[in-house]
């Protein structure tokens, strides 16, 4: 006669075989749910960005440097507030702020910077021209101290000073200034100037504007009705 534990209990056996199912399929239904929640997240964010990407394409292409510039200017209006409620001069306290590094990339950069803006007036250009001629002479020194010593007082004249004449140029000075005047001289033949009218040149124009036309289409097209101008030249044109 077999003995009570010896026994198998089949409704154990079964419940023991039911519970690891029921976790598997609570445990895949857990995954299925957050894979959901994932991409409908993923769906919404992506929505997002093509909503925000379109809003970008039809922003002017400036649209960056107009937004950081208006931010500046509303910083900068606030920082002047600030100092005006305080009794502080706005330009002192923004130098203040300036480094050492910054100060130098603004003078390199005001210093590439052309000043010559075009013809103004002859009074402008003519300043132009000195200063820019002056910045290319170089002080001689020792010449400058040995014509010191040589006028004495007369080097500092005054109203009774009679030194007129006694200046004698160097042959350097002299050399010097030569080679200045050919570098302006050869600088203003590459100007370009109103053209010579030639008297030996066909005239088929009426007029200036008329010549000025002429001109291009033979620039353009000369190549190409050469033959025929020669034939209507000749009267062999059919």
Not at 46 to 55: A, I, M, R, S, T
Not at 189 to 208: G, L, M, P, T, V
Request: proline residues 3%.
């Amino acid at each position: 006669m077999a003995s009570s534990s010896e026994t198998a209990d089949p409704v154990s056996e079964g419940r023991s075989t039911e519970v690891p199912v029921s976790l598997k399929r609570e445990e895949r239904l857990r995954k299925f749910r957050e894979l959901h929640f994932k991409r409908n997240e993923a769906r919404k964010l992506n929505h997002q960005e093509v909503v925000e990407e379109d809003k970008r394409l039809k922003l002017p292409s400036n649209w960056e440097a107009k937004k950081a510039r208006l931010e500046w200017e509303l910083t900068e209006g606030h920082k002047k507030k600030e100092c005006a409620a305080k009794g502080e001069d706005y330009d002192r306290v923004k130098l203040l702020e300036v480094t050492a590094t910054d100060a130098e990339r603004w003078e390199r950069k005001k210093k590439k910077k052309n000043p010559d803006t075009g013809f103004a007036g002859y009074a402008e250009a003519q300043f132009r021209q000195y200063q820019r001629l002056t910045r290319q002479m170089r002080p001689d020194m020792d010449n400058y101290e040995r014509q010191r010593e040589e006028c004495g007082e007369d080097f500092h004249p005054t109203s009774n000073s009679l030194i007129l004449g006694t200046h004698v140029p160097t042959k350097e000075g002299i050399d010097r200034m030569v080679e200045d005047v050919e570098k302006q001289i050869e600088k203003r033949s590459k100007y370009s100037r109103r053209r010579a009218h030639n008297d030996d040149a066909d005239i088929d124009y009426i007029n200036e504007r008329n010549a000025k036309f002429n001109q291009k289409a033979e620039r353009f097209y000369g190549k190409y009705t050469a033959e025929i101008k020669q034939n209507l030249e000749r009267g062999t044109a059919v």
